[in-house]
């Protein structure tokens, strides 16, 4: 055990690390169906997972709480993964996949069509995706006007100029309309209280294509990492792995955002706790991020129904009480897993 | 030099001049939260800051030459636009537009009890400003508040007609309601919906005082801290403890409606009695949840009176 620790962090076996993760993160998801805001304890919950109990609690674990923890799931997975493509990609450890202009773009559409009347409740959930998508297309669209792609860092700042821009405007919007304000003040803290599971269905078509992405990305990530001439020099290409990476980075990102609002700090967090677990490579560190992104947006979803009953915190609140102590934990280390 | 100092003395004999008439008006003396304001008793440019000014200038017979836009809207609240349709905007969420408020040459202000002081301090100079002494949320406050304006503005006896009027169309609507629905399912409470499900308004509130008036048992299940206008939003886990026997649903912008649809395709919603029974209302939020005043209270015992109409043979 002890030599586990001393081991670096590059030398550790994949699944050595990943199994304790995973065990973790499978009693966050049963803690999560356990525990909630309403009358219905532990105890109860448990009665239902048996196949006992009353309707009450069965519709609050089968209806409430089971749908939010897909979503849950999903929405962690997403944000984890994205995370790492993202400072993988931009070789910057604080590159996060809100840079790309993907969350301020969903938020921007969200807040436009507040202003034209719609509906939190009511709104399609492929349009904070679709404006996810626009906001990444435009700034590969600008850092490609420079005639500069192979620089990571033109990206970024695109993304970053876009980002305070979309920012800007939405605030200008929601100054002028205090109605889509009210609305949107929920919408921007993220939660994933009352989705069903027919909002998941429909971001799965893009999680697809992602995954599809990743997959294809993941070896010549990782020559990338040694240098854009080690990649050339093994027949990849860095400008379209870029291209290929930020795609899916906007498909997972918007999907997040479309079913959980734009939640913080995941994103950010995840990959530097999976670095530090496992190294730096790409291909193993997104492994860890599979079951490490869940894991901290499940449990801070539990905390979120635990610490204001009968009510509920924002769930991106409770994602950067979680995240906050685990990077500053990281950032203290002795060594700290760098890119 | 001389001449400078024969203008300034007959400046001076102007302004005694002037100030002499101004004692010769019957003048009313009103006591407010800033302390005692003298107003003339023959006013005639209303200015207010505050959609229960608005409401009960208008029900005095008064048409303002400035209003501001209600609390998440741009314009005055819509149960009111009707009639404010030529009163000129001076203000709106970003604010009271001090300058607007100038150009009107108001001859007298009517703010909100909440009217912070550094904004007294730059309205009375502009003209005597109106605030109220009761303070806080309160079940007869529009009462309180039409007496108060109606003392500035002297009208004193057609708000007490007005107030007649009200009263005597609750204790009508009353007699109706406990005609109709037996005693044990007359429990009321008033929602805002909320994507992440529902805010309970305090019994104290206006809309709801109006309600519990004409019969109905309003409750807010205890949810509500003393003080606060509403309690926050709850966990969908807890709706069922908002189950009543009626459900008056209000949002903040004008598709009640659509809240209500809303609310139907979420599941815990859909499953409480008051949902299975149809008794949820949809209200409009700007009325029910952020009005006051005396035609606020009549389109509110309109809304109810629709109610028994349409919901119960």
Not at chain 1, 159 to 175: C, D, E, I, R, W
């Amino acid at each position: 055990m002890m030599s586990w620790f001393r081991t670096p962090p590059a030398q550790r076996s994949v699944v050595s690390v990943f199994m304790p993760v995973a065990l973790l993160l499978a009693f966050c998801c049963v803690s999560s169906l356990l525990l909630g805001a309403g009358s219905v304890g532990p105890n109860a919950s448990l009665q239902v997972l048996l196949g006992k109990g009353t309707s009450d609690a069965i519709f609050i674990v089968y209806e409430l709480r089971l749908p939010r923890l897909y979503i849950g799931l999903t929405a962690g997975l997403c944000l984890g993964v994205a995370g790492a493509l993202m400072q993988s990609v931009a070789r910057n450890p604080l590159a996060e996949p809100g840079l790309l202009g993907v969350s301020a773009g969903s938020a921007f559409t969200v807040a436009v069509a507040l202003t034209l009347g719609m509906s939190l409740s009511t709104l399609p959930i492929e349009l904070a995706q679709i404006g996810a998508l626009l906001g990444c297309f435009f700034v590969i669209g600008v850092a490609k006007m420079q005639g500069q792609r192979n620089d990571p860092v033109r990206l970024v700042l695109a993304g970053a100029a876009l980002t305070s821009l979309l920012t800007a405007m939405t605030s200008l919007l929601l100054m002028y309309n205090e109605q889509a304000a009210d609305e949107i003040r929920f919408w921007v803290t993220g939660s994933i209280a009352g989705r069903n599971i027919e909002q998941l269905t429909r971001v799965l078509p893009s999680l697809l294509i992602a995954f599809v992405c990743v997959l294809y990305v993941a070896r010549p990530l990782a020559s990338l990492a040694l240098g854009e001439r080690v990649a050339i020099g093994l027949g990849y290409k860095p400008s379209r792995i870029r291209l290929i990476v930020v795609l899916a980075v906007a498909l997972l990102v918007g999907a997040a955002t479309a079913i959980a609002g734009p939640v913080i700090f995941v994103g950010l967090v995840v990959p530097f706790a999976a670095r530090a677990l496992v190294g730096p490579d790409i291909r193993r560190t997104l492994w860890l991020c599979l079951p490490l992104g869940p894991l901290m947006i499940i449990t801070a979803d539990v905390f979120s129904r635990l610490i204001a009953q009968p009510t509920e915190m924002p769930l991106g609140v409770l994602t950067a009480i979680v995240g906050a102590p685990v990077l500053l934990a990281i950032v203290r280390a002795q060594r700290l897993p760098t890119l | 030099m001389m001449f400078s100092r024969n203008m300034f003395c007959m400046a001076w004999v102007l302004v005694g001049a002037l100030s002499s008439f101004g004692v010769n008006a019957a003048d009313i003396n009103i006591k407010t939260q800033y302390g005692n304001v003298v107003v003339s008793d023959q006013v005639k440019r209303i200015v207010t800051v505050y959609d229960g000014g608005l409401d009960s200038a208008f029900a005095l017979g008064y048409e303002p030459v400035g209003a501001i836009a209600t609390r998440g809207g741009d314009n005055v609240p819509s149960y009111l636009q009707e009639r404010a349709k030529n009163v000129p905007l001076v203000g709106g969420m970003q604010g009271i537009n001090i300058e607007a408020v100038i150009a009107q040459r108001p001859d007298i202000i009517l703010a909100p009890w909440y009217l912070p002081e550094e904004q007294y301090a730059l309205l009375s100079r502009i003209a005597p400003t109106i605030v109220p002494t009761e303070k806080g949320i309160h079940p007869e406050a529009w009462i309180y508040e039409l007496r108060f304006y109606a003392k500035a503005l002297n009208r004193e006896q057609k708000a007490e007609e007005i107030i007649e009027q009200v009263n005597g169309r609750i204790a009508e609507l009353k007699t109706l309601v406990e005609a109709k629905i037996p005693e044990n399912e007359r429990g009321a409470s008033l929602l805002r919906w909320m994507p992440q499900g529902a805010m309970v308004l305090t019994t104290e509130f206006f809309s709801n005082a109006i309600l519990g008036q004409t019969g109905f048992n309003v409750t807010d299940a205890g949810l509500v801290k003393k003080g606060r206008p509403h309690s926050s939003a709850l966990s969908l886990e807890n709706l069922s403890s908002i189950d009543n026997d009626w459900i008056f649903m209000a949002t903040l912008n004008d598709e009640a409606k659509g809240a209500l649809a809303a609310a139907q395709t979420s599941p815990a919603f859909a499953r409480l009695n008051v949902a299975k029974q149809d008794h949820v209302i949809p209200v409009h939020g700007q009325l029910w949840t952020s009005s006051i005043g005396p035609i606020a209270a009549n389109a509110i015992l309109d809304d109810i009176q629709n109610v028994i109409e349409t919901k119960l043979k």
